[in-house]
């Protein structure tokens, strides 16, 4: 039986399906091919085909034969197309909703680095943390609502018409980072960091290291506040 690889199945079809014994795939009387025409070549087992145009359908319309012709591979991506054989059964109507995704014309599409970033910039929750950010600095408490201030504000993070957000991409992607190579030790730029699996790495690590630094931090605090409590009871 022909195995489903890389090697016998395609997009197309089945490029290794051929004729069976005979150039044209019917069954004679000295070779066995796959299909039988019903021009008297009976005596060779095969699939009856009978005259004229009638056709057989195997693997769910993805290969068919005629009683002249050898098996031919159809097109797997017409398997769900209207008015082919199963194309309402269960398998057309997967096969169909399989290709569907790949019909549809994509738009829009990021294809500049620095445009997420611009994007991202432009939302309200990008100005929303500029805001808590300024209230934590000033020490105001208060989150200003003036729309004006929030332009101003914009425009000194990010720059008018966004020109700081380029700056701030070519200094994101400079940065070193480690993590993203077996030897910890090694650092690598991250703009040169494209494997999606190697920066999930690099994020972990980092993400545990902080842990293990806030940790650390906790326990000096506590020691601290403990000494502080002992030098008190000492000096009563």
Not at 82 to 107: L, V, Y
């Amino acid at each position: 039986m022909l195995q489903p690889t890389r090697s016998t199945s395609a997009t197309k079809g089945f490029p290794k399906l051929t004729a069976v014994g005979s150039t044209d795939g019917k069954g004679t009387s000295t070779q066995c091919g796959l299909f039988k025409a019903s021009n008297g070549e009976t005596s060779t087992a095969g699939i009856y085909i009978g005259d004229k145009d009638a056709k057989v359908h195997l693997a769910y319309g993805l290969i068919k034969g005629t009683a002249s012709n050898q098996p031919n591979r159809e097109d797997v991506s017409k398997a769900g197309t209207d008015g082919t054989p199963h194309a309402d059964d269960i398998f057309g109507k997967t096969a169909k909703a399989a290709w569907a995704p790949r019909q549809q014309k994509t738009a829009g599409l990021l294809t500049d680095n620095k445009d997420p970033y611009k994007t991202l910039a432009g939302k309200s929750n990008a100005v929303a943390t500029l805001k808590i950010e300024e209230a934590a600095e000033t020490g105001s408490g208060k989150l200003t609502t003036n729309s004006s201030h929030e332009t101003n504000l914009k425009n000194k993070y990010f720059g008018a018409d966004l020109k700081k957000v380029e700056e701030l991409w070519d200094k994101v992607k400079k940065q070193k980072v480690v993590a993203t190579k077996d030897d910890l030790t090694q650092q690598a730029d991250i703009g040169d960091v494209t494997n999606p699996t190697l920066l999930q790495q690099a994020l972990n690590y980092y993400q545990t290291l902080q842990a293990v630094e806030l940790t650390k931090s906790k326990v000096a605090l506590e020691k601290l506040e403990g000494q502080i409590k002992t030098d008190k009871k000492l000096q009563i």
